[in-house]
T-cell receptor, first 114, second 112 residues
């Protein structure tokens, strides 16, 4: 079974631009969560999608948004990029049919904002 | 608010035992996870505790006390490849298990 894939793996943008990151979950997984990882703050929850609906949202500004498609693939978008948005963005998928909701992480997209 | 604390760094010797502690204060609790993350890689699942007590899985064990808001990860027979960051995470915030609140991680260095 293929793991979680994320594209692109690396991205360089400048302040003020916007960016879209993509995540393909493990086949059969319907829940996709997004996290931001920085050296100072660690891993922080952005949002969770299940069956095309946002189920939870973390404490991030409205510049961060996401969506999920009918095939469970998910995208997140960051508009008006700031230097502080430089981070590793991780996507995780899970299957609620399990006894617990183990999340499987993708390799991440490393975003650098100049 | 949500707060998960764990030591920033630890050092241990190959072959030894190390215990990484985690304390948490969160609204909502459906379980506690431990993940391992090697530098430059994605986190990988190590263990899950939802009931009080010890869960053992090979060289790794994890303990939970819900009343104390406390967990630890125990690594036995340390190997060089165990050098990594260990992340404690609580699920259940907002009533869902699909989001995790993470501690900032403990960077473990295993020395020969």
């Amino acid at each position: 079974k293929a793991g979680v894939t994320q594209t692109p793996r690396y991205l360089i943008k400048t302040r003020g631009q916007q960016v879209t990151l993509s995540c393909s979950p493990i086949s059969g997984h319907r829940s996709v969560s997004w996290y931001q990882q920085t050296p100072g703050q660690g891993l922080q929850f952005l949002f969770e999608y299940f069956s095309e609906t946002q189920r939870n949202k973390g404490n991030f500004p409205g510049r961060f948004s996401g969506r999920q498609f009918s095939n469970s693939r998910s995208e997140m978008n960051v508009s008006t990029l700031e230097l502080g948005d430089s981070a590793l963005y991780l996507c995780a998928s899970s299957s609620p049919s399990g006894s617990y909701n183990e999340q499987f992480f993708g390799p991440g997209t490393r975003l650098t904002v100049l | 608010g949500q707060n998960i604390d764990q030591p920033t760094e630890m050092t241990a010797t190959e072959g030894a035992i190390v215990q990484i502690n985690c304390t948490y204060q969160t609204s909502g609790f459906n379980g506690l996870f431990w993940y391992q993350q090697h530098a430059g890689e994605a986190p990988t699942f190590l263990s899950y505790n939802v009931l009080d007590g010890l869960e053992e899985k090979g060289r790794f064990s994890s303990f939970l006390s819900r009343s104390k808001g406390y967990s630890y990860l125990l690594l036995k027979e340390l190997q060089m490849k165990d050098s990594a960051s260990y992340l404690c995470a609580v699920s259940g915030y907002g009533g869902s298990q699909g989001n995790l609140i993470f501690g900032k991680g403990t960077k473990l260095s295993v020395k020969p």
